[in-house]
């Protein structure tokens, strides 16, 4: 990972030091007085993944987080026998390496509720809702990608395991108010679709391409483990492209929209069965989430900087 810190001139030195002393770096540069703000220099690095989570702890140590600042990019390609060394020198292997911060930082942004959230996660409910009225489980398939709730489960796994209650309350109240207000609307789109007799209930009762959706059963919670810890090892290793899989093997998204389809058309079974589909899979993603981190903190290596959520 490409690592670059700005930090006070008389820091600097101790910096050097810490990031030499770590066989997992190379590439070390330094730029005197580059920094403009803050005022510093600026220190680059090439650091293997399974070492960036100390090398970063050691720079926040030395007070570079407070005084300057650490920013982390991934480098897809580095030709260089220097950087080969490091990989080697690092302990561990870079896919089964968790970078805590990254982690932490990327989780914590995800889980923000804000419109963008609401806005996916509503038009994802929105195509649920005509998947089942259209008896198209293509459309459900649709929906299940477009919605953005891993994130928000995700953050709560990491929180429980870092105990970083902050973003648990985070992530939680962006799950509790986000599908309410996406359900709310898309039951007015649905009212507004039988109204105008653009479908009717029996398109619906017969629809049973989509039953799936609201059937829930053990497999519902079996499929909830399955892809919260495929989607957690998605995460922690960088391997994002599993993280489609992941989005479309749980009904989440289009179990909140059968149950708003259901409930304008009062049939309540219908509804509370898609409720409790919808309570399984967050439940099972969740526990199998925070248990993939457990084990991979098995070691206690995992160290919480404090570092507040950013809010901005």
Not at 56 to 82: F, K, N, P, W, Y
Not at 120 to 148: E, K, R
Not at 240 to 245: P, R, T
Request: charged fraction near 15%; aromatic fraction near 4%.
């Amino acid at each position: 990972m490409h690592l670059r810190a700005i930090c006070p001139a008389e820091r600097t030195e101790a910096v050097l030091a810490a990031l030499k002393s770590d066989p997992g770096v190379t590439h070390v540069v330094v730029l005197r007085g580059a920094a403009v703000d803050p005022v510093g220099d600026v220190v680059e690095a090439a650091v293997a993944r399974e070492a960036t989570d100390a090398v970063v702890a050691s720079l926040c140590d030395l007070g570079v987080d407070r005084d300057g600042g650490v920013t982390l990019e991934q480098i897809d390609t580095a030709l260089s026998d220097a950087a080969d060394r490091a990989e080697e020198a690092a302990p561990g292997e870079a896919a089964d390496a968790v970078v805590w911060e990254e982690l932490l930082s990327r989780t914590g942004e995800e889980s923000r509720l804000n419109a963008t959230f609401l806005s996916f996660l509503t038009i994802a409910c929105l195509l649920a809702a005509v998947g089942v009225v259209t008896n198209s489980p293509i459309t459900i398939v649709g929906a299940m990608v477009v919605g953005p709730e891993f994130g928000p489960l995700a953050a709560i796994a990491v929180g429980l395991v870092l105990r970083r209650w902050d973003l648990v309350r985070r992530a939680a109240l962006a799950l509790a108010a986000g599908f309410p207000v996406a359900m709310v609307i898309t039951a007015v789109a649905a009212f507004a679709g039988s109204f105008t007799d653009l479908f009717d209930r029996n398109m619906v009762l017969t629809a049973h391409q989509v039953d799936f959706v609201f059937q829930v059963g053990p497999f519902s919670l079996i499929v909830a483990l399955l892809a919260g810890a495929a989607g957690m090892l998605s995460m922690t290793s960088a391997k994002s492209a599993a993280l489609v899989g992941v989005f479309i093997s749980v009904t989440t998204v289009p179990a909140a929209g059968y149950a708003a389809v259901a409930a304008v058309l009062a049939e309540w079974d219908i509804c509370l069965q898609s409720i409790a589909q919808l309570a399984v899979n967050l439940v099972g993603i969740v526990a199998a989430a925070a248990l993939v981190l457990a084990l991979r903190n098995r070691r206690g290596q995992a160290r919480d900087l404090g570092r507040p959520l950013a809010n901005g």
